[in-house]
């Protein structure tokens, strides 16, 4: 069955960077784009960034522009998101998802929680 | 504020039918059939419930079901069950440079 499998969550340091992961298994990985999506705490879904199936194309919501970069390892199944300048209004869970047409995520990880806090 | 706007909660009592909307713009909701709707219980991911406006995904109930008219996508659940009870996002394809929005999500009571 389909499994995605955040991590490398954690408490970080305002200004400070971080990379998550997601570990997907049990579909064609290289076929799939893929999402990121965060959820402050007690507050409603935030689409982030959307990567091709190769990699080659990326959107990104407006606000990331430029601190946050999804990137992909096919060879690996895996996806990620580097996070860079981190600030406080960045806490929340971040979940990956897959989507076999670009807009329809369906599965979606546990989710990684980002607490960023001096 | 999100780019869809979606009631902050609705209720309903076992065995009726509520309905969700989900408003947007031509950009969006209104110019693609690529709104879907998501399921959240507390402390859990979303699973997708409708895609492409009306389409169900495999194991996902008939009890719900999606439509759309204009600039407005809604669900509809029919039968209200306990397990009903949850929070639902829409999202949508949107020409923005942003691709993907989400609705700020409405809260579903089962009294």
């Known amino acids: 069955q389909v499994q995605l499998v955040e991590s490398g969550g954690g408490v970080v340091l305002p200004g400070r960077s971080l990379r998550l992961s997601c570990a997907a298994s049990?579909?064609?990985?290289?076929?799939?784009?893929m999402h990121w999506v965060r959820q402050a705490p007690g507050k409603g879904l935030e689409w982030m960034a959307v990567i091709s199936y190769d990699g080659t194309n990326k959107f990104y919501t407006d606000s990331l522009k430029g601190r946050f970069t999804i990137s992909r390892d096919n060879s690996k199944n895996t996806l990620y998101l580097q996070m860079n300048s981190l600030r406080a209004e960045d806490t929340a869970v971040y979940y990956c998802?897959?989507?076999?047409?670009?807009?329809?995520?369906?599965?979606w990880g546990q989710g990684t929680l980002v607490t960023v806090s001096s | 504020q999100s780019a869809l706007t979606q009631p902050a909660s609705v209720s309903g009592s076992p065995g009726q039918s509520i309905t969700i909307s989900c408003t947007g713009t031509s950009s969006d909701v209104g110019g693609y059939n690529y709104v879907s709707w998501y399921q959240q219980h507390p402390g859990k991911a979303p699973k997708l419930m409708i895609y492409e406006v009306s389409h169900r995904p495999s194991g996902v109930s008939n009890r719900f079901s999606g439509s759309k008219s204009d600039n407005t996508a809604s669900l509809t659940i029919s039968g209200l069950q306990a397990e009903d009870e949850a929070a639902y996002y829409c999202?949508?394809?949107?020409?923005?440079?942003?691709?993907?929005?989400f609705g700020g999500g409405t809260k579903l009571t089962v009294l």
């Open positions: 999202s949508s394809y949107t020409t923005s440079s942003t691709l993907v929005v």
């Open positions: 998802a897959s989507a076999t047409t670009v807009t329809t995520l369906d599965y």
């Open positions: 049990g579909f064609t990985f290289s076929n799939s784009a």
